[in-house]
C-alpha cells in the first residue's frame, strides 16, 4: 500500500462480516497492529456475545449442515496426506466457552478410533475431541479497547437492533 498515489489518510481498510473473531485476542490484536500501520481508516465487522440459547444453535443447527462442515474436515485431511479418518467415528460438538468468550467446534470420537497416515498413525479413546474452529464474540466495550491497544482513535461503532453484531469506524 506504500506505493499508493494517495495520502494514507485517504486509506480505508475494510474488513467486512466477522472474520476478525477467527482471531484469538492476540491474534487480533496483532492484525489490528498491523492494519493500523496501514495508515487511514479502519471499518470492522464484529459478531457481539448473545444468549447462549443463540449462540449454540447457530454452530450446531438442526439441519446439521455445520456438523457436516466440520466432519468434511476429516475427508479433507483423508485427501491430504493419506489418512484414513471414518467420519462415521465422529460427532460435532459446539458450545459456547463463557471464559474465553468463544464459540468451540469439536469433531469427537464416538468410539474408540484408529487412524492411519502414511508413516504413522494414531488413537481415540472414545469422547477425545479433536479442537477444530474457535469463533471469538466480543463485547463492545471490550473490542473497542483492542483497537485502542492496537493504536486507533476516534471510535465510532454501530450496532444492530438486537445488539448482536456491531461495526466499528476507527482513524489510524
Same mark, same amino acid.
Given at each position: 500500500?506504500?506505493?499508493?498515489?494517495?495520502?494514507?489518510?485517504?486509506?480505508?481498510?475494510?474488513?467486512?462480516?466477522?472474520?476478525?473473531?477467527?482471531?484469538?485476542?492476540?491474534?487480533?490484536?496483532?492484525?489490528?497492529?498491523?492494519?493500523?500501520?496501514?495508515?487511514?481508516?479502519?471499518?470492522?465487522?464484529?459478531?457481539?456475545?448473545?444468549?447462549?440459547?443463540?449462540?449454540?444453535?447457530?454452530?450446531?443447527?438442526?439441519?446439521?449442515?455445520?456438523?457436516?462442515?466440520?466432519?468434511?474436515?476429516?475427508?479433507?485431511?483423508?485427501?491430504?496426506?493419506?489418512?484414513?479418518?471414518?467420519?462415521?467415528?465422529?460427532?460435532?460438538?459446539?458450545?459456547?466457552?463463557?471464559?474465553?468468550?468463544?464459540?468451540?467446534?469439536?469433531?469427537?470420537?464416538?468410539?474408540?478410533?484408529?487412524?492411519?497416515?502414511?508413516?504413522?498413525?494414531?488413537?481415540?479413546?472414545?469422547?477425545?475431541?479433536?479442537?477444530?474452529?474457535?469463533?471469538?464474540?466480543?463485547?463492545? %466495550?471490550?473490542?473497542?479497547?483492542?483497537?485502542? %491497544?492496537?493504536?486507533?482513535?476516534?471510535?465510532?461503532?454501530?450496532?444492530?437492533?438486537?445488539?448482536?453484531?456491531?461495526?466499528?469506524?476507527?482513524?489510524?
Amino acid at each position: 500500500l506504500s506505493r499508493l498515489p494517495v495520502a494514507r489518510e485517504n486509506v480505508a481498510v475494510f474488513f467486512p462480516g466477522s472474520t476478525i473473531g477467527n482471531f484469538d485476542p492476540e491474534q487480533a490484536l496483532a492484525f489490528l497492529t498491523r492494519a493500523r500501520a496501514v495508515g487511514g481508516k479502519l471499518v470492522i465487522g464484529v459478531d457481539l456475545v448473545k444468549p447462549v440459547s443463540v449462540l449454540e444453535p447457530a454452530y450446531d443447527d438442526a439441519l446439521q449442515v455445520t456438523a457436516a462442515f466440520n466432519r468434511n474436515l476429516l475427508l479433507h485431511l483423508n485427501r491430504l496426506i493419506g489418512s484414513d479418518f471414518d467420519i462415521a467415528d465422529w460427532r460435532h460438538v459446539a458450545f459456547f466457552n463463557a471464559a474465553a468468550s468463544r464459540i468451540e467446534m469439536h469433531l469427537e470420537a464416538v468410539r474408540d478410533a484408529r487412524v492411519c497416515w502414511p508413516g504413522g498413525e494414531r488413537r481415540f479413546a472414545a469422547g477425545e475431541r479433536i479442537h477444530t474452529e474457535n469463533s471469538c464474540k466480543w463485547r463492545v %466495550d471490550d473490542f473497542a479497547a483492542l483497537l485502542r %491497544d492496537a493504536g486507533f482513535s476516534d471510535t465510532r461503532v454501530w450496532r444492530d437492533e438486537q445488539d448482536w453484531f456491531a461495526v466499528f469506524a476507527v482513524h489510524a
